[in-house]
């Protein structure tokens, strides 16, 4: 496809911008370009997701957003370049079984596909593919060159600083998929409240992909007419969100295309975050503007102490008897269990150990993922593990604790919350004792706060202002 000399330019041009002390992605992103560039092609770094079994379009060039929209790849259905480690060419997409959407290959104009796997030690971790818009017997000499710039993309996601400190800590020449997608990806978000819940995602270490798949919802013959995208993907929990920071009045045409969508693809689980839900979200880590402004008096008594000392007796009675002849060891969760626990220990007919642990939280500041800033001392390796929180919302936080604590290998892992907002899942998470499900709204009192204030009060109460 090119000769020599343009080739041995393209590979000088990569190799000076794999020695920048640039991003990550901006490295990714040269590499891709000169690949382009070189070889008049559409070129893309696609990259394994924490599953190792679905494929990101990490970075691209002179692709049409409709094919780099088509959803994730699965690694044994496309190409397979990744799945076996070897180069893969294929000179007629039309008439070839290894295309996973032939129909959108086509639309793209795409006639040939090379493939060149990006290699850690042993293994793939995403490819480097070519599409030509002509056919194409790709020469020794093409596919030589593509290996060089894979080689070139894993040295560069090699030599990041943060995936060096991950494989040092972990023993692999690379971070996990997840961390590595994170590091790797170039997006230019289309509003900031995209960004701000990507970080949150990524506070949490929680995988997610930015527009991967849009959605045909109406046609006229063979055209498609209308569209859907939604704004994230989060592939280990196989679930689509929508964002929308639009008025209330002005979020009508975006709810009629979900609809639309979920009579046409009913297997396509999706959230929608309102603006209110979006502002919530924000403010329980103390950012956005409801953060700010919102008044601190209490509303009313949401339940009172007998009502609460009522409850706490009836869990205290069926953990007792869910763990009869058995020790548990229970785990506390910050601070706003404090009150919980205490008296949900008293209450407790079978031996208990206590243990507790801290984590830090999303404040949009210098932290980038979750950290325990306090581990629990006791081992729970072989333990019944009951962890204890306060409240259940997003589900964000739960997930990265139980994760955390399963690596750790209890025989067993339970969870049990004084309250649980089930209108604020955010992630599917079901705790497995539950004191009170409440509606959406700020609570204080009985160990909970809102700016430190309140945790004093023996009723749980909503604060003025909460809607």
Known sequence: MNNERDYYK?????????NLPSPLKDRLDAIVRSVARSMNSGASLILLDSSGSKAVHSSS??????????????????????????????SDVANDSRIQHPELAAKAGIVSILGVPV???????GSIRVYARER??????????VTTMANLAAIALNSDPSCQKTAVKQKNPLPPEASLLRRARSVDFAHPSEEDFARILDFYNIEWVYEPRSFPLRWDGDSVTEMFTPDFYLPGLDLYIELTTLRQSLVTHKNRKLRRLKELY??????LLYKNDYDRLLAKYGCGPLAQTRAHGISRVLYSAVQIDDRVRALAG???????????LMVGVQRGFLCFMADLIRQITIPVDIDFMAISYYTGGSDSAVRITKDIDLSVVGRHVIMVEDIVDTGLTLT????????????????????????????????DYVGFTIDDGFVVGYGLDFDEKSRFLPDICTIKNHN
Request: glycine fraction near 2%; charge should be positive; hydrophobic fraction near 40%.
């Open 136 to 145: 194409c017997e790709f020469s020794a000499q093409d596919i030589a060159f």
């Open 61 to 90: 060039r002179a692709l049409p957003q409709f094919y780099l929209h088509k959803g994730l790849l699965d690694v044994d259905k496309s190409l397979c370049e990744v799945l076996s480690g070897q180069t893969v060419t294929i």
């Open 10 to 18: 393209a590979t000088r041009r990569a190799v000076a911008a794999v």
């Open 318 to 328: 069926q953990i007792s008897k869910d763990y009869a002849n058995r020790r548990p």
């Open 400 to 431: 990265f604790l139980v994760d955390w604590l399963r690596e750790r290998n209890p025989r067993s892992l339970k969870v049990c919350a004084l309250l649980d907002k089930r209108k604020r899942r955010l992630v599917p998470f079901e705790a």
């Open 266 to 271: 009913p297997e396509v689980k999706i959230t």
């Open 119 to 125: 290699m850690s030690g042993e293994r793939a971790v």
